[in-house]
């Protein structure tokens, strides 16, 4: 495959990103480039046993590494980075879920502010078998154990946000971040709108596998090993992230309440099929109603993420967003495989 | 099929009941019965063409109507009437869905007010299609037309209140009523808590299909004949409204904001999955948060409706709730089906 | 004053009402009538010492007793009911604040749903002395005592609800019901938009004192002996509950979440200063952006109520609305205490 | 007085600074120092009459420029930056208020996103009269006009934010920033917690008056002469920004959903109520829910902020917290007055 611009990188601890924005590039790469990356779990890797309690153990605010960011050469302001996602392996044969004091949609927060005290601290170790595509689950208070397939995602890809901010890797916002949604998978393609010269891509939080809206705050967090396909959109915006799949358009909303993040969603993704179709706003607004699906991606950061999904095969006329991108990812995707 | 007790009903339309509670029985039914009703639309049956504007044509607060309530014999406060959905058939080849003024999820409404003028007021009429499975999209302002394919279900299904209180058929919550899921379709088993003597249980608000979330504020909404099997099941509270399907198990919340919703969901899946497998709460709340669905119901009615929805292959053991009910319907199920 | 047409009420225990709508009217009374009425606190009187725990002693749903429904005669749905505070008069030398499990704004709820335990269940008793004007706190875990002014209110004062609904005494919605803001005091007049055929008027849950939000979930509840003067104004409706005094207008709006409680009262005192004053709306957003004072009532109950309240003397000349009824009923109020 | 260390700063405009945090200082400050700065308004200073509609003239994302940062000698992370408002005078005799489309509560916005078109696009120029201590306000659409007390405040003041991030100046969070209550007045003490190296204590964003939750986004917004004393305190941590007066303590939280806001605020004060005491966190929730007040401070902004404010009178015991920083402050001024 000689003309695929295949790089690699593994950042060394040092090198980790904790925020999006202010943090100076680690590579500058053309549109085009194929990535192999290494990313560190949320925990920064210092979860590794049942006793190891996230309180105690983590650095706060020292959370969420990310690899990058990456210059995307050429990148302005009201371009799109489209970053496809080639090959998810984790790189561990084991991944670490926790109870976090004060995080999580099923206990009072920070915010959600109570009298109460915290939940118990805890630490559920999932053994992660790729040959056999599983993880599986060990309860603490009992022996039960259970199988659930695995399916590799990834809880944090985003550029610098825009408005001279700098937000923290564990925020999920209008520049993507920490989405959390498991639609971040092998195949997906993610549009994400560019806010600062070379966008700054970068990339984290690889999950095992997540249950939508990550209800206890957590994933199967787990390092990961992952191959990414970047290209850059010139001239053309994109207002929130959105993921393309061989069969589906999605558009993503973070915000809080959770039904402002659903609103956000779903409207970007009507005005994105009205555009992609020629139907108008009204006309959309019917037929995504009978044909979305909305799946949450998390209810437990500092924003909500919800997810709108519909069906290629539900939208009238063939529609191939971005000049097509994601079929050209799609290729290259291939060309990668072929010659790895 | 000498054994089974199949019951007829189709209300006149003084028949309506119009809110759950605060209404007389229209039959007393014994448990097994099995029920073959009819519903009307949610709009009564006045919107029959693109100029039938529901603020013109409909007669508040006369939306929504419910064909019952059934006095279950035997029920009391405490039980659990279990409500098995054989058989939806569009009673019609055509439905409606429409903008209402200030209703909606992408509208300022009533609660979430503003200063803004309404959207404009529409009405879509899809053809329903039954022997291809089809329905069928016109767009107003453009010409274009889609096929999506159907997928009848009831929006709404409850008893009556507990606190004394009567509601709106418009309004979901703990006693089931408007709550706008998709997930109630055919094979699906609904587990709703008594809180009155006899339960009073109502049915209607037929869709041939709806988007998750029921976005534009209605579903492609439609008359329907129904056929659903009941069962009492005595000395076991149900908190939230359940349902049961041959792969999943399901907890709704109906409240806003929306995480509300959600919290009520996986709260209570949580604590439906302990009690079916003897797992403490926590090691639930860790299994769960991986293997969880979290598509949304309804973001437009009075409150919003979250769904928590987990495969039964994701659960350790065998879990059969309420004593295995949702089996006993089903079998009702094939006995009635192989005998009409 | 031989005109005043006074008319006493204290309802025996069975005559208590525990919804509003639903209910049989106690009495029917004339537009200018003056009511004398007692009210039980929201236990029913059930809690009357520390160890009186609401979870053990109270009788759900028998709670938040009112005094009613009185039928205004003539009052028709589109018109409004008038109710002006006369006189608060706690009935006992003490009143009770409680927690109650999963109740009140800083724990987890039954919607706002968690896994953690309850807070601790307490019984503060205040002792109330009305020649001091004062209630005074007696810490439990030390030996804190305080003293705050006396300040009478009632938590909850309604009609029946529109929709053909019946509400719990709890709840606060456009209808009026559990609004629980301190405004609700003497000198007051409470504007009530009447949704069923003699409005029917009811009156309950006294408060000692009350600081805005009702934290904790309950105020220093108390019996009271309170006396009010009814107006109906024809023809005029009203959307959500206002209060006018000698100062000020208010309008309230009861909603989860708290912005929209907000939302649906700002705008509608923009509405009616509007409308009182000849301005646009744009030009009362303006204005009353500048102006308004927005103290929360409570963010505990079913909904939670905000109140937008400015003074008469920030809006543009006299305005005197509703025909000047708040001037009538001060005459009233100023005739009945001359004679009483 | 001679030992006054008073310092004036009156920033060019390249020297503003657009965010809390990544901003270098403009001066190195001891404790004890007083400040008198000039503040632009949040408008850059670009909005000066009637037809300078904030989308043509602002230039985005340069909005609400901050005068600092300043860094306060000595400041770690984990000790408070006490910040006393000694005088405030409006700059000019004239502020602008204005419509910022999809901005402000009675309006969707770009997260409360819906398909309705934007509200109008409006200016209004207030007259600000030192003098008579009149704004007074001119509708645009009638000839109404009306004269309002003014009541000079900041809607700005804040410290570089945790956990690594740059926010916005338009962002109000633990860190302070766009609180915009009216409580940030002449006389008061602002208690910020130091999350970096410094402090980086910036104040701007001043208003000649303001409504509780600024409505419609903005208040009357004008340039400053403000006058501040800082003073650092070492050892004691401040969660959320809080604020002393010489008769009340209040608690601020700024979060989304409203509730959250609420939330936060009520139990900050508690948790300082309970140090300040002895009383424990339950007692000190009952006798704050009787005794609080809780008017809002903004409803428009990224986070919405309410406040929790109780009269020293109405707690046990003289409360003097952070060691009588506030008294200590109150005689700066007092000195500051004596010499000016």
């Not at 099923?106 to 992660?128: C, F, G, K, M, N």
Request: hydrophobic share 40%; aromatic share 8%; with cysteine.
């Amino acid at each position: 495959m000689t003309d695929l611009d295949v790089r690699a990188f593994r950042p060394t601890p040092e090198q980790f990103a904790w925020t999006f924005g202010g943090v100076a590039p680690i590579a500058r790469i053309p549109s085009g480039a194929v990535l192999e990356v290494f990313t560190e779990d949320c925990y920064a890797g210092k979860v590794r046993g049942p006793g190891d309690l996230v309180s105690e153990v983590c650095d706060f605010p020292f959370l969420n590494p990310q690899t990058g960011p990456f210059y995307v050469q050429g990148a302005e302001v009201g371009d799109t980075v489209a970053v496809h996602f080639i090959d998810l392996q984790p790189a561990r044969d084991w991944g670490a879920s926790t109870t976090v004091p004060l995080f999580g949609a099923l206990t009072s927060t920070h915010t959600t502010a109570t009298l109460q005290p915290a939940l118990p601290e805890r630490v559920w170790i999932w053994d992660v078998d790729a040959a056999t595509n599983t993880c599986t689950f060990h309860a603490i208070d009992t022996d039960h154990t259970m199988d659930l397939p695995m399916d590799p995602m990834h809880g944090t890809v985003g550029v610098a946000p825009a408005n001279l901010e700098v937000r923290s890797a564990l925020v999920p916002d209008a520049h993507g971040g920490n989405l959390d949604t498991p639609e971040m998978r092998a195949g997906a393609t993610c549009y994400l709108g560019v806010n600062v010269e070379g966008a700054l891509l970068s990339i984290g939080d690889g999950h095992a596998r997540q249950g939508e809206g990550e209800t206890c705050g957590t994933a199967i967090e787990i390092a990961m090993n992952t191959v990414i396909a970047v290209e850059l959109i010139k001239g053309v915006p994109t207002p929130w992230p959105r993921i393309e799949t061989d069969t589906h358009l999605m558009s993503t909303g973070s915000a809080k309440p959770l039904e402002d993040a659903f609103r956000i969603a779903q409207l970007d993704l009507i005005h994105w099929a009205s555009a992609a179709t020629g139907m108008s706003h009204l006309d959309a607004y019917q037929l995504l109603s009978q044909a979305v699906e909305s799946p949450l991606a998390n209810v437990c950061d500092v924003n909500y993420t919800s997810v709108a999904k519909v069906a290629k095969a539900h939208l009238p006329s063939g529609v191939s967003p971005y000049g097509d991108a994601h079929s050209r990812l799609r290729e290259t995707a291939r060309a990668y495989r072929a010659h790895r």
